[in-house]
């Protein structure tokens, strides 16, 4: 398809770890990302891989790719309250704009 | 540092009636972004300007949308007239040279809600 595709929901307990996957679509992407949205705000960059790497690990977050699926996934560790928010995976082909998928909505449980 | 400001934060028209959003980018961005962001949406880029330049305006519904950027800082958003369809939140964003690394700084966003 031609979308960037995520699960829209996923629901965890404290503590737990959440992993968000995404589907992207042009592997002419040099750089994939991850953005947070929290209620009535704007995107926040969280963290982005460069498309020859495999795995990248910023604190509480990892982020795995795997570019002949095309897929995607950002896992983080220690889940909080304070990550609920929606995250969307985004992919930036070769010559054109950033493309975003529809978001999944975390939903972190005490 | 002031992060990327949007106003009016709100906005509810009637249909049909003209609107216009505002966006002060973070100081010494050159690159700047509005995208519209439907309910259950990832945002989509309606155009991007480098300083005073929309260099992609390809998504633009040209027959209602325009936009500015005079002097290459602040921007606006205008839809004339408005339609139902247009309710949205319409985000900004600046970059400092819009390269595919360059990090994206998002506004809050503006909601429309058109009657």
């Known amino acids: 398809g031609e979308d960037v595709e995520q699960s829209l929901f996923l629901s965890v307990r404290e503590g737990d770890s959440s992993v968000i996957n995404c589907t992207y679509t042009?592997?002419?992407?040099?750089?994939l990302y991850w953005y947070k949205q929290e209620p009535g705000a704007g995107l926040q960059l969280l963290t982005y891989?460069?498309?020859?790497?495999d795995m990248k690990q910023d604190q509480r977050l990892t982020v795995l790719l795997n570019k002949k699926d095309k897929h995607l996934s950002l896992r983080i560790a220690d889940t909080q309250t304070g990550d609920s928010a929606i995250y969307f995976c985004?992919?930036?082909?070769?010559?054109?704009?950033?493309?975003f998928g529809a978001g999944t909505r975390l939903t972190v449980k005490p | 540092e002031a992060g990327v400001v949007q106003s009016p934060r709100y906005k509810i028209i009637e249909k049909k009636q003209p609107v216009a959003f505002w966006c002060n980018p973070i100081?010494?961005?050159?690159?700047l972004y509005w995208y519209l962001q439907n309910l259950g949406q990832g945002p989509e880029l309606l155009i991007r300007?480098?300083?005073?330049?929309?260099?992609?305006d390809s998504q633009l519904p040209k027959d209602r949308f325009s936009a500015e950027r005079l002097k290459g800082v602040d921007s606006t958003l205008k839809i004339q007239p408005a339609e139902l369809g247009d309710s949205a939140v319409y985000l900004c964003?600046?970059?400092?040279?819009?390269?595919?690394?360059?990090?994206?700084?998002f506004g809050p966003g503006t909601r429309l809600t058109v009657l």
């Open positions: 964003a600046s970059s400092l040279s819009g390269g595919a690394v360059d990090t994206q700084y």
């Open positions: 042009d592997s002419s992407s040099t750089y």
């Open positions: 891989i460069f498309s020859n790497m």
């Open positions: 985004a992919e930036s082909p070769f010559d054109n704009d950033m493309r």
């Open positions: 100081s010494g961005h050159n690159t």
């Open positions: 300007y480098e300083n005073e330049e929309a260099v992609d």
